[in-house]
DNA sequence: ATTTGTGAAAATATTCACAGCG
DNA sequence: CGCTGTGAATATTTTCACAAAT
């Protein structure tokens, strides 16, 4: 959305498109569905259904990371599986921190997807004294002073800023001095932060506004429904399995 | 990040892009700051400090909208806050349905940042009797069953999901069937939904991954397998301010 | 003097369409 | 055959750089 762009080399290029790795997670999810389901090999086809992609954007993608698939077959599910974990650097098991124990914070710690996807919350931390010795998730909240120690102590690399906006530069400035070089700031505001270090941000009302955006569109929009002049040949394919209750159907994940 | 193009017009353009429409609120909360720090005016460089991206691209973006500034001066802080609050229908105040009332919508429905943006949480609902009647932040849980009556009732378009993956599909296919045409999901799962409904999603652990996989990379150099020409440039850079307190800073947003 | 607004250029991202492999 | 992997074609987004406006 900015400047910041983490991944683009300085000069020729070599490595995976920013919006190849955003779609990374999204197909490791989908394999996971699939094995679950007893897959042993999925089609691009398949694979991207379950993905809410086209499958020229899958093959695209995965084209980045090498040759796993077998022509006339697919891809073996657990190999992709691997393959993306690997490039994706989830073969190792993250630490993080997590600053801001307020509402959000709560519910971020006891949220499952981080253990499940690797990474290990290895520390609450807050400001408010009256927080510190709080036990959440069967984790001791420490004092945002002991960062330094914490982060040494447990390795940790990637911060997560659930606190108010007013509080988030200071404590991304002590994330930075303390040793991490990766932050999910989840608090309103711009972060500034110095080379080297990665911010992504979460914010739900920025989302939000972007839906009232569409929704105001669809009001009172320039084109309310789009005079297709012949229907875009075959896309945005009508799921098989259209479910009784529910409408046709259009796999759909995001921006 | 896939499919869903929802505002992309399906022949020629006449309408503001998506990577805009993106930026906008963000351009939203910096003309905030501004006007509470008492400026009337700002120029496109100071407005796109702060608000993390550069000049260039705020004055691109802006020009979508129209001229409302003053060549030679700037922006008049107040005129653009509001022209930018009409494009992204913030003109009018849109009532929201929280679908889920565990730990995260327990978060949602408290988090400030949705009533000072112009959104309402009209309702909250649960498919859990044992949460019905339940009273969050003023706000008196229901069923979910009695979510048609209410979407037609509150007037709500607007939908956030914060249920376990497992329920999302069918919250999402009841929502829909409500008549909600926004939908912000925060499962970690694919929705399907048909033509006309606009989904967007939030996930924390995609959010995540994508940040393990810059932390990869700045641990184990840029090209794993690269047969390095010459070292890429300037990358991964010493930071340069280094230790004392704050390093020299850049501004970061996101993606 | 400044600073906007914008064509034109460059960089990214997506989609097409098909050669070639299993 | 069927399906992957990928060049080539499009589309979108970002950046440059400067004429025009005040």
């Known amino acids: ?3 910041q762009r983490p991944s683009a080399r300085t000069g020729r290029d070599r490595g995976i498109p920013d919006a190849t790795v955003a779609r990374l ?3 490791l999810r989908a ?3 699939l094995a679950d389901a ?4 999925v089609s691009s086809e398949e694979l991207a259904t379950s993905a809410g992609v086209n499958s020229a954007k899958l093959r695209k993608d995965l084209s980045h990371l090498g040759s796993y698939g077998t022509r006339g077959v697919g891809y073996d599910v657990e190999l992709l599986t691997e393959e993306i974990s690997l490039a994706l650097g989830l073969s190792q098991r993250w630490a993080v921190a997590l600053v801001g124990v307020g509402n959000l914070g709560h519910a971020l710690a006891g949220y499952a997807g981080f253990a499940s996807r690797g990474f290990r919350i290895a520390a609450l931390l807050d400001a408010d004294p009256a927080r ?3 036990l959440i998730q069967g984790i001791n909240v420490q004092h945002i002073d002991d960062l ?3 982060v040494e ?3 940790i690399s990637i911060g997560v800023i659930a606190t108010p906006a007013p509080s988030a530069q200071l404590v991304c400035d002590q994330l930075v001095a303390a040793g ?5 700031n989840f608090a309103p505001c711009v972060l500034s932060v110095p080379d080297g270090v990665d911010v992504r941000k979460v914010d739900l009302s920025i989302e939000l506004q972007i839906l009232s955006f569409h929704e105001n569109r669809k009001a009172f929009g320039a084109q309310p429904n789009q005079f297709a002049k012949k229907q875009p040949p075959g896309r945005l394919t009508t799921l098989p399995g259209g479910a009784a209750g529910t409408p046709p159907a259009r796999e759909v994940v995001n921006e």
Chains 1, 2 share one sequence.
């Open 1 to 3: 959305m900015t400047d």
């Open 153 to 155: 102590h447990e390795g």
């Open 180 to 184: 991490v070089t990766s932050i999910l």
């Open 38 to 41: 007893g897959s042993d090999t």
């Open 132 to 134: 510190v010795g709080e």
């Open 25 to 27: 997670p999204v197909y």
């Open 31 to 33: 394999l996971s569905a």
């Open 148 to 150: 330094p120690a914490v």
